[in-house]
């Protein structure tokens, strides 16, 4: 009896490409567009060197040859998806741009004033070159403390609250409210922190520190209760169940078990929460003032931070506005390295206080 044979599809025969060549494709492909783009620098035709737009026009160029070389070498079916998953890939590195745009221009407007001078000098009686933003790094960090300690526990103690015992319409209306402080606009939180202090001191013309992280907080509180409630919700209820099984009550429960097993997830919110409200300056500018020398004293005079500083030599330059813009940069500079700070301390904190599962 003669066997029988199947036709298989031309395109299952297909060849295939190296498992590593949309890497490769990828590194030519940045590599053609860059060259171009220095090309077009050297030609006169552009003032500087577009490094977004290189790896803009890289990734669309990626995406045509990925598709063409997979078509020839495998066939119409395998290079769709090679197709579709070149697509994904580049709406990914397209979405990064900004923000690789934003990093590389700050880091090298930056770098011109980040010396020893500007993290040891104020700007006291400086009217051109020189000076330095430690009075505004100084008073940023006092700010920013004083908001996460007034923040922290409310925000912490209302998430507890709503998880654990928070029922009916107390615990509804809780929620609302937090709802709503989430969309509250940073310059309505600076005008209620001035109205509040200039109420409560009678003093039109109330400027401090402290009134700055009153309205920071406001912004704080909702992140914190958000991120908190949903690490707590988290925690499974059969560690719960078990705890009171034993006869533990329940605020003991949430004190030795619920708060040790997500506190990972609370730091980390709680970080950024901080990064969040570090580079507010609406609510600063209005509340906590400006000023060019150094105040430790929360609750005295005006303070300045590095958002304010930013502003003001960005808007009020002098005769040399070169080195106002360049102290300003370095201030943005400054800026993104705490808020990258924040983060890192967030994961490793998060990392360390993790549960640790047996396998």
Same mark, same amino acid.
């Given at each position: 009896? +003669?066997?029988?044979?199947?036709?298989?599809?031309?395109?299952?025969?297909?060849?295939?490409?190296?498992?590593?060549?949309?890497?490769?494709?990828?590194?030519? &492909?940045?590599?053609?567009?860059?060259?171009?783009?220095?090309?077009?620098?050297?030609?006169?035709?552009?003032?500087?060197? =577009?490094?977004? !737009?290189?790896?803009?026009?890289?990734?669309?160029?990626?995406?045509?040859?990925?598709?063409?070389?997979?078509?020839?070498?495998?066939?119409?079916?395998?290079?769709?998806?090679?197709?579709? $998953?070149?697509?994904?890939?580049?709406?990914?590195?397209?979405?990064?741009?900004?923000? *690789? /745009?934003?990093?590389?221009?700050?880091?090298?407007?930056?770098?011109?004033?980040?010396?020893?001078?500007?993290?040891?000098? /104020?700007?006291?009686?400086?009217?051109?070159?020189?000076?330095?933003?430690?009075?505004?790094?100084?008073?940023?960090?006092?700010?920013?403390?004083?908001?996460?300690?007034? &923040?922290?526990? *409310?925000?912490?103690?209302?998430?507890?609250?709503?998880?654990?015992?928070?029922?009916?319409?107390?615990?509804?209306?809780?929620?609302?409210?937090?709802?709503?402080?989430?969309?509250?606009? /940073?310059?309505? +939180?600076?005008?209620?922190?001035?109205?509040?202090?200039?109420?409560?001191?009678?003093?039109?013309?109330?400027?401090?520190?402290? !009134?700055?992280?009153?309205?920071?907080?406001?912004?704080?509180?909702?992140?914190?209760?958000?991120?908190?409630?949903?690490?707590?919700?988290?925690?499974?209820?059969?560690?719960?169940? +078990?705890?009171?099984?034993?006869?533990?009550?329940?605020?003991? $429960?949430?004190?030795?078990?619920?708060?040790?097993?997500? %506190?990972?997830? *609370?730091?980390?919110?709680?970080?950024?929460? *901080?990064?969040?409200?570090?580079?507010?300056? +609406?609510?600063?500018? %209005?509340?906590?003032?400006?000023?060019?020398?150094?105040?430790? =004293?929360?609750?005295?005079?005006?303070?300045?931070? %590095?958002?304010?500083?930013?502003?003001?030599?960005?808007?009020?330059?002098?005769?040399?506005? =070169?080195?106002?813009? =360049?102290?300003?940069?370095?201030?943005?500079?400054?800026?993104?390295?705490?808020?990258?700070?924040?983060?890192?301390?967030?994961?490793?904190?998060?990392?360390?206080?993790?549960?640790?599962?047996?396998?």
């Amino acid at each position: 009896m +003669a066997a029988t044979t199947t036709a298989v599809p031309a395109g299952l025969r297909a060849g295939q490409l190296p498992r590593y060549s949309p890497v490769g494709l990828l590194g030519l &492909s940045l590599a053609v567009t860059g060259a171009l783009f220095l090309l077009f620098l050297l030609a006169g035709m552009t003032a500087a060197y =577009n490094v977004t !737009g290189a790896i803009f026009f890289g990734l669309v160029l990626w995406v045509v040859v990925v598709y063409i070389a997979s078509f020839i070498v495998e066939g119409s079916r395998r290079a769709k998806d090679r197709l579709v $998953t070149a697509l994904v890939c580049t709406a990914f590195g397209i979405a990064l741009l900004p923000l *690789i /745009s934003l990093l590389v221009t700050v880091v090298t407007s930056g770098l011109a004033r980040f010396d020893v001078a500007y993290f040891s000098e /104020s700007m006291r009686n400086v009217t051109d070159a020189g000076g330095g933003a430690i009075h505004a790094i100084v008073g940023t960090l006092e700010i920013t403390l004083m908001a996460t300690v007034i &923040s922290v526990p *409310i925000g912490l103690l209302a998430a507890i609250y709503l998880v654990e015992y928070g029922r009916g319409v107390i615990a509804r209306a809780i929620t609302f409210l937090v709802d709503v402080m989430t969309g509250i606009p /940073s310059i309505v +939180a600076g005008l209620f922190a001035f109205s509040l202090f200039e109420l409560l001191t009678n003093n039109p013309g109330y400027r401090a520190g402290f !009134g700055g992280s009153v309205a920071l907080s406001l912004l704080m509180i909702p992140i914190v209760v958000r991120s908190s409630e949903e690490m707590l919700k988290l925690v499974p209820n059969e560690l719960r169940e +078990a705890s009171y099984a034993l006869g533990v009550p329940r605020w003991l $429960t949430v004190m030795k078990i619920v708060l040790p097993t997500a %506190l990972a997830g *609370i730091v980390t919110g709680v970080m950024l929460a *901080i990064a969040r409200v570090i580079g507010e300056t +609406a609510p600063l500018l %209005l509340v906590a003032g400006f000023t060019d020398s150094m105040n430790y =004293n929360l609750f005295d005079q005006r303070m300045m931070t %590095l958002p304010v500083f930013v502003y003001t030599q960005l808007t009020q330059p002098g005769t040399h506005v =070169n080195d106002f813009f =360049n102290r300003a940069w370095t201030g943005a500079l400054v800026l993104i390295l705490i808020v990258l700070l924040l983060n890192v301390i967030a994961r490793v904190v998060a990392r360390f206080f993790a549960p640790k599962l047996s396998r």
